[in-house]
């Protein structure tokens, strides 16, 4: 029996639903979602041996409404270009402002009611009044606004890209909650601090190399 979910549109957010039998509900088919967010859009899929890692934490799903139809895919194509054209909107705002932030990606959610701005702090400064800039993008976009913080980490899986390993980057794909590296852990590796060697594009130590340390912890148990 497969263990079933819904990946939603941005960012691959995996929310798990129950209550329906895999003979009776179309794996891969779109369907309308009601979040603790709003409507969203995602994707049916199931997986063979339990849900992953990426089960959504920031997302809840509440109900499925109903089955994609065609007009609802080219509504989800058109939160493209309005996306774009929201990020656009909001760079040259942040520069209008002289806020001391970088932006990471902008998500609308389905029932075009609500844009979600991601951010990131420049030069470990404090988080600035965005009060005024979300009322003057809200006003010209004709939607909510709010903006969410996120970490260099976060960046990187909204962002995506390869790693030195030339693989999709694991937060990205398939890791939900980065692991704590230390300087420690990698120096017992026999590894020399580097940012080419030991970081990744997010700037932090590579994850990875938690997996390692962890399998040789293991070994010397043995």
Known sequence: MKHLAIRLRKFGR????????????????LVIVMTDRGEEIGQIIGFERGLPHTVSKDVRLKKVLRYATEQDVLKAKELIDREEQALKLAFQKVQEYEIPVKLVNVEILFDGQKAIFYYKLQQEKKSPNLKLISRDISDQ????????????RDEARFIGGLGPCGRPLCCATWLDKPKHITVKMVKEQGFSLSPLRTSGICGRLMCCLGYEHEGGAKEEKK
């Open 14 to 29: 995996i929310c798990p639903i129950a209550g329906y039998k895999e003979e009776a509900i179309k794996i891969g088919a």
């Open 141 to 152: 976009l004709k939607i909510r606004v709010d903006f969410k913080q996120v970490s260099p």
